[in-house]
């Protein structure tokens, strides 16, 4: 398994893992490698990447240690979140496309609403100005 660092036109970096650098190659070539943000499936390519260098067992434990803590606090901000958008917004499930077109278009009363999208709707709302927002959205029982 190899780790590239890969750049959208779009501006976004991210990282994903491939089973080889010739597997990489066979799928960038087939536009199968696509930005988790905007979706482009043509123009995302490998970034700069340092090498791995081995720490002391100390600092790998010291590091550890704050990711783990770091992952616990960012799970409890996310679980948090969740809590308050279904407290203070409705739920229209996989309806969200055509609910916010409709508040946008038809002028229906403003509300805060949540649902599912694609990420192709997703990206066609905010084409049309319709101000959304993708929130990573952990289940229940992982909250």
């Known amino acids: 398994m190899i780790k590239y660092n890969l750049e959208c036109s779009c501006g976004e970096k991210f990282e994903s ?7 990489y190659d066979k799928l960038s070539k087939k536009n199968l ?17 340092a090498p791995n260098v081995a720490m002391s067992k100390n600092t790998v434990v010291k590091d550890n240690d704050q990711k783990k803590e770091f992952y616990t606090n960012v799970k409890k901000k996310l679980k948090d979140l969740r809590e308050y ?17 409709s508040i946008h278009y038809d002028n229906k009363k403003k509300r805060s609403i949540y649902g599912t999208a694609s ?25």
């Open 17 to 23: 893992w491939f089973q080889s650098s010739n597997e």
């Open 33 to 49: 490698i696509s930005c988790y943000a905007c979706g482009s499936t043509k123009d995302v390519k490998k970034s700069l990447m």
């Open 85 to 101: 958008v279904e407290k203070n917004a409705e739920y229209v499930g996989d309806k969200f496309v055509s609910e916010v077109r």
């Open 119 to 143: 990420l192709k709707e997703t990206k066609e709302l905010t084409d049309e100005g319709i101000e959304v927002a993708t929130i990573p959205w952990i289940p229940k029982e992982d909250s």
